[in-house]
């Protein structure tokens, strides 16, 4: 009798050791689909790391997230993908598809995240065989995006920076009216900024940038270069005298900042400014980050009259 | 004391193991095997052995999916694996109400006999089945007698999803995945013949679908030990693409596949696909297109290193349509669909790839975050 309860007890606990043992998990969050593979190895990324990659479901004007209605997804997540074997290439994911509210375009972008640089895994010349149509090197704009990049056809960008390789694509329904590889390269840039952001630090190592205004540091952190022109909040402009006003809606993103009489404009994923002198072409696009416009800071703060002076990494603002 | 620890153990043991005493069901068959149930799986994971639909379908309450050829008479036959602790061994019964519903438009589309006094190993064929491609759901009420006299009766419940479909799913969909028949069962819903429905879902693939401009979508390719690419071999990543934001989403080798499992999936014989050059020469453009209109997309004219597309004796391409106005390719004739196709050759001809003409995209249930970088499978 004794012996068969221990062997009842015994297979009880291989049951309960077995449920125990780490699996395979896919689970979803609304429009989100989730899976993480990470039984055996990790990146250590979060299903919030991975949405601080890319823009919010209702950060980018005009459009928004809706589900697609044949599998309910708008969001793909995956974490620790390849991370149920023990070698080889390992790399978490995330793809999120928007849909342009008035035309019906569709706008998409994709951020994989692996174990080392993405250089091992990701290239140009990897991207130039094997497909339809073949990839052109540089960005649209020519300013260098990353480490690498390439634009292919006319709505979309890839770039690779870090650990990180980012594709962003517009999905045109008339693609003869609304082709714009200038908007889709903003939004790249404002995903590289997220990557440079990014607190697991995936992109490239950058000295930190320092803004003061009257010798008091401001916009900590989220000033930083990008290919050698310091961006920045708008917001951060304020303690030198510069009123900001922000009107968001589903359309429409823009700021407002004026000093002395100088106002300017700015609107999210746009390459120019409206300023009290004209329209001015920006050296960077405009593009939100948790809550706020990133501007090119020389220029901006220029436009409202504002002395800007940089020595080495410091940024020194001086409201005349 | 021992004992009753023992007890305990016991029903612990027995819950955790779901096991549960005095089951009953109602299990679906055919008279005919041919006929269906034909075997099914989710789409869900690899290997297809723990991926797979139970068979034959049990049903007790929103069971199993399950898929049938259109028109068969079904068997409905009372299954038991242990009697009820009280009330003994199920000896009679019935069903009524059985109603074939569409889960497209919600219309009855059959109503059936009743069927009551059954003995317990006396099965009930109800039919025929409805003779097109359909989505259905099958609703039944069942009462059942136990030998002490009780009965259990108004047991309403569903086959939550019944497919039905021309005949037995081919390669590469069989067994064929659920989540590929919930869409090419609702495409080509009303089709009666293989003609019908191949061109009802190719139309379907290219109204719905999102030409992503020519990029890598959900196939990688495979090398030989020297690292050159083999052209009779492709992996289509199913899953994926199913699960994709812009479903249906992706470049022409994607739509082929895609094809392929559409109409497989319903039991029509397409299942080729073909290139029109080999990959060692897809490291430029090779010819120029005529005005086309790939899916989801105004009129354009395309620089292309390759094309691929369903091929059997006759071209279907859910990719595009031929011109600014959009002939589909519906069974056309190879020579007429690349007269339509391509407007000059800007580097080398078409050429038949793989030299044998064709090959059956291999399948795989695994999701995104396991697609291996481009371009290798292996």
Same mark, same amino acid.
């Given at each position: 009798?004794?012996? =068969? ?15 125990? @043992? ?18 055996? $190895? ?42 149920? #074997?023990?070698?080889?290439?390992? $790399? ?31 290239? =140009? ?10 990839? &052109? ?28 390789? &980012? ?26 900024? $997220?990557?440079? @952001? ?14 003061? &205004?009257?010798? @008091?540091?401001?916009?900590?952190? #989220? ?24 009107? $968001? ?30 329209? &001015? ?29 940089? #020595? ?9 | ?7 305990? !153990?016991?029903?612990?043991? *027995? ?47 929103? /069971? ?33 109400? *059985? ?18 006094? *059954?003995?317990?190993? +006396? ?93 890598? /979508? ?59 050059? +080999? ?22 004219? !395309? ?10 004796? +006759? ?20 020579? /007429? ?13 078409? +050429? ?27």
């Amino acid at each position: 009798m004794q012996r =068969y309860l221990w062997a009842m007890l015994t297979l009880g606990g291989l049951i309960g050791l077995m449920a125990s @043992q780490p699996k395979v998990r896919e689970w979803r969050i609304g429009g989100i689909l989730v899976r993480d593979s990470g039984v055996v $190895r990790s990146l250590g990324l979060t299903v919030d790391d991975m949405e601080n990659l890319t823009y919010g479901t209702d950060e980018i004007p005009d459009h928004e997230c809706r589900p697609n209605p044949y599998n309910g997804n708008h969001t793909i997540i995956g974490l620790n993908g390849n991370g149920d #074997k023990p070698t080889g290439w390992l $790399r978490s994911h995330i793809t999120r598809g928007w849909i342009n509210i008035s035309t019906g375009d569709l706008l998409s972008v994709t951020v994989r995240v692996y174990d080392k640089s993405a250089r091992e895994y990701e290239t =140009y010349e990897n991207y130039r065989w094997g497909m339809q149509v073949l990839p &052109v090197k540089g960005s649209f704009s020519g300013l260098p995006l990353g480490e690498e990049c390439f634009r292919h056809g006319k709505n979309r960008i890839w770039f690779r920076l870090g650990q990180c390789a &980012v594709e962003v694509e517009l999905l045109v329904r008339r693609e003869a009216e609304w082709s714009d590889g200038l908007y889709v390269e903003a939004l790249a840039w404002g995903i590289k900024y $997220r990557i440079q @952001q990014h607190p697991k630090r995936l992109g490239m190592v950058q000295k930190p940038v320092t803004v003061l &205004v009257a010798n @008091q540091p401001v916009a900590q952190g #989220k000033a930083i270069a990008l290919a050698g022109v310091t961006v920045a909040p708008i917001s951060d402009l304020e303690p030198a005298q510069v009123a900001v006003k922000t009107s $968001r809606t589903s359309k429409e993103w823009t700021v407002t900042a004026s000093r002395n009489g100088k106002w300017l404009k700015v609107k999210a994923f746009s390459w120019d400014m409206e300023t009290d002198k004209g329209k &001015v072409k920006l050296e960077r696009p405009v593009f939100p980050y948790k809550g706020d416009l990133i501007v090119p800071l020389r220029q901006v703060a220029e436009a409202l009259g504002i002395v800007v002076q940089q #020595k080495g990494q410091t940024i020194a603002l001086l409201p005349k | 004391m021992k004992r009753r620890v023992t007890i305990v !153990a016991c029903v612990f043991l *027995l819950t955790l193991a779901n096991c549960s005493f005095g089951a009953w069901w109602i299990e679906l068959s055919s008279t005919n095997p041919s006929d269906g149930p034909f075997p099914l799986r989710w789409g869900n994971q690899e290997p297809i052995d723990a991926d797979r639909v139970p068979f034959l379908p049990r049903w007790l309450i929103n /069971g199993d999916p399950c898929c049938f050829k259109t028109g068969v008479t079904v068997r409905l036959s009372l299954r038991q694996d242990a009697p009820d602790p009280i009330h003994g061994w199920v000896v009679e019964w019935g069903v009524g109400y *059985l109603t074939l519903y569409s889960r497209v438009t919600g219309q009855v589309l059959r109503t059936y006999p009743d069927a009551y006094f *059954l003995t317990a190993n +006396q099965p009930y064929d109800f039919g025929p089945l409805v003779e097109w491609i359909e989505y259905a759901q099958l609703g039944m009420a069942v009462y059942v007698v136990y030998e002490s006299g009780w009965v259990e009766e108004d047991y309403h419940g569903f086959v939550d999803e019944m497919f039905i479909v021309l005949d037995a799913p081919k390669s590469p969909m069989d067994p064929a995945w659920v989540s590929v028949l919930r869409i090419s069962c609702q495409w080509a819903r009303g089709e009666s013949t293989s003609g019908g429905a191949a061109i009802s879902l190719t139309q379907k693939l290219w109204e719905n679908g999102n030409y992503n401009g020519g990029y890598p /979508g959900y196939i990688r390719y495979f090398r030989d030990p020297n690292g050159l690419p083999v052209d009779d071999r492709e992996i289509f990543y199913l899953k994926a693409f199913l699960n994709h934001p812009w479903f249906p989403y992706g470049q022409c080798n994607d739509f082929a596949d895609f094809l392929i499992c559409l109409m497989t999936s319903v039991g029509v014989p397409i299942d080729k696909a073909r290139r029109t050059h +080999q990959l060692l020469l897809t490291d430029d453009t090779n010819f120029r297109t005529n005005w086309i209109t790939p899916a989801g997309q105004s009129p354009t004219k !395309a620089e292309w290193t390759y094309h691929q597309f369903v091929f059997t004796d +006759q071209v279907w391409d859910g990719c595009l349509t031929l011109g600014e106005y959009g002939n589909f390719i519906i069974g056309m004739e190879f020579n /007429g669909y690349k007269t339509g196709l391509v407007e000059v050759i800007l580097r080398y001809d078409w +050429q038949s790839t793989p030299p044998s003409g064709w090959f059956i995209p291999e399948i795989s249930a695994v999701p995104a975050d396991q697609i291996p970088p481009w371009p290798w499978a292996n």
